[in-house]
């Protein structure tokens, strides 16, 4: 099952670099379509999709390598026994709010796909496609949490911080 997870994890963030690779193709071609006189309705609200779709798809995978802003002053500073409590508060509550936010995600999905809703911009596209990217992160992120969760039942550490993360605090 981990296995799975992990592989869903780079899946995830793989996307996520395609949807950055887009955001810098769009806003390019923006610029380059600017100089040339040249409009292409709708480029902008493209651009904003792929950035979007970037963050989402990549917070599952961020969260599992420690990327993630943590403010450990106060962990830091407490007994060993109110630092683990912390702890599982932290990745309890972190696990409702995504999944919170992850079921309100794939509902905003739906009643974008079943009403037909676009894009109120010029390029009046189906919003259920860009919101389909922050749905499937949102999911990603709450599975992370619950990933997350399970490694701490099973003795492993709070949540991975990386080297260059480890540096800065």
Not at 55 to 75: K, S, W
Not at 132 to 147: E, K, N, P, T
Request: aromatic share 12%; hydrophobic share 55%.
């Amino acid at each position: 099952m981990g296995k799975l997870v992990q592989n869903f994890y780079k899946l995830l963030m793989g996307l996520s670099c395609v949807a950055m690779l887009a955001a810098f193709g769009t806003v390019m071609l923006g610029v380059l379509a600017r100089e040339a006189n040249w409009d292409i309705p709708g480029l902008d609200g493209y651009a904003g999709y792929a950035i979007a779709a970037a963050l989402f798809l990549a917070l599952p995978g961020t969260l599992q390598h420690g990327d993630h802003i943590r403010v450990t002053l106060l962990l830091e500073r407490v007994s060993p026994r109110v630092r683990g409590i912390l702890e599982w508060w932290s990745l309890g509550a972190g696990l409702v709010l995504t999944a919170y936010v992850a079921w309100y995600a794939v509902r905003l999905v739906w009643v974008s796909y079943s009403t037909h809703d676009t894009s109120p911009a010029a390029d009046a596209s189906p919003l259920w496609i860009p919101q389909l990217a922050m749905a499937l992160g949102c999911i990603g992120f709450a599975l992370s949490f619950v990933q997350a969760l399970v490694d701490r039942w099973r003795g492993g550490s709070f949540i991975a911080v990386s080297s260059e993360a480890a540096h800065i605090e």
